[in-house]
């Protein structure tokens, strides 16, 4: 089952594990509580939980606002994207990852959708669910500096505009939609 906006109430202790998991996944930047609290309450963030194994939580995806506009839309950007182990495809057969994309999809409909990472599999979800590779470079003005924002730890710079992953092990995608407005540019 996935779980959104006000369906998260009945899944206790939610902000808790998902914070958790940003903790320990070196494709995650760490996330505090009360931000995916946040995300959850605005209808920002999908939990998927396994209602036959007592509601098990199983991933989470959740949209972050990046504060740019183009043309007056909005940019968020897909983050906090995890499935549990066991429930993975090569485990499970099911298909968590895809469904978590297309849900936040639905959720940001009407906001420009920009995501990256440096997670192999990751981009194989993209390219599942339509996802379109696109370079640093060709994103509009103000969404790089608002995307890349890594901490010195990840990247080995102080500055995330110098980051010496972008373009290489780390990508970047947005939604056929997004590309639609803004190539009108």
Not at 1 to 27: A, C, D, I, K
Not at 160 to 171: F, G, H, I, N, S
Request: hydrophobic share 40%.
């Amino acid at each position: 089952m996935y779980l959104s906006g006000s369906s998260l109430g009945r899944l206790p202790g939610w902000p808790e594990t998902v914070t958790s998991v940003t903790q320990h996944e070196p494709h995650l930047l760490p996330q505090q509580t009360e931000a995916i609290r946040a995300a959850g309450f605005d209808n920002r963030l999908v939990v998927a939980v396994d209602t036959e194994a007592n509601n098990t939580f199983v991933g989470s995806i959740a949209l972050w606002p990046l504060g740019v506009a183009t043309n007056g839309v909005e940019w968020q950007e897909l983050g906090t994207v995890f499935v549990t182990e066991a429930y993975r495809f090569r485990q499970s057969h099911l298909g968590v990852a895809d469904e978590l994309h297309r849900q936040i999809i639905v959720i940001a409909n009407g906001h420009d959708i920009l995501a990256t990472t440096t997670n192999d599999k990751e981009r194989k979800v993209w390219q599942r669910i339509g996802l379109i590779l696109v370079p640093f470079s060709g994103l509009p003005d103000g969404v790089l500096p608002a995307t890349c924002v890594c901490p010195f730890h990840k990247i080995g710079v102080a500055n995330p505009l110098d980051c010496p992953y972008r373009d290489r092990a780390c990508t970047a995608a947005i939604a056929p939609e997004t590309r639609d407005r803004i190539s009108l540019i």
